[in-house]
């Protein structure tokens, strides 16, 4: 199960433990708080000593009052060109509607063994890192 908790930077930015295939949906209290966020990098880092294979995917999710739901644009593919990587930066997100959670869950991605973090770097919708 994906545990999350607050950076070494701390404010809004997470870190997520997770195996390499993590059942969805998130559990309540899960994800990036995306309020007043104007935008994050989502990294993903394979354990220490440990490297990428290039498979597999990070399923998105939002939270709102309703819970969480599947979030298909927010899909992001793990492809080759992270293979033999230890670290890698899948993309950089702006937050069209800052408000509700963001989590992404692993889904058979490819670690040389095992599981994965996934970081959050936050900043505001003032720039400011958060």
Not at 12 to 37: C, F, I, L, M, Y
Request: with cysteine.
């Amino acid at each position: 199960m994906a545990t999350w908790g607050p950076t070494a930077s701390g404010g809004r930015s997470v870190v997520s433990v997770q195996a390499t295939t993590e059942a969805g949906p998130p559990a309540d209290g899960d994800g990036v708080n995306v309020n007043d966020v104007g935008g994050f990098d989502l990294v993903v880092e394979a354990d220490e000593g440990q490297t990428l294979s290039g498979t597999g995917e990070l399923v998105g999710y939002r939270q709102h009052e309703s819970g969480w739901a599947f979030a298909k644009d927010s899909a992001v593919t793990i492809d080759s060109s992270a293979n033999g990587q230890r670290r890698i930066v899948v993309t950089g997100w702006t937050v069209a509607n800052p408000r509700g959670f963001v989590a992404h869950l692993a889904n058979g991605v490819g670690v040389s063994a095992g599981g994965l973090r996934l970081y959050y770097y936050c900043t505001t919708l003032r720039g400011v890192r958060a």
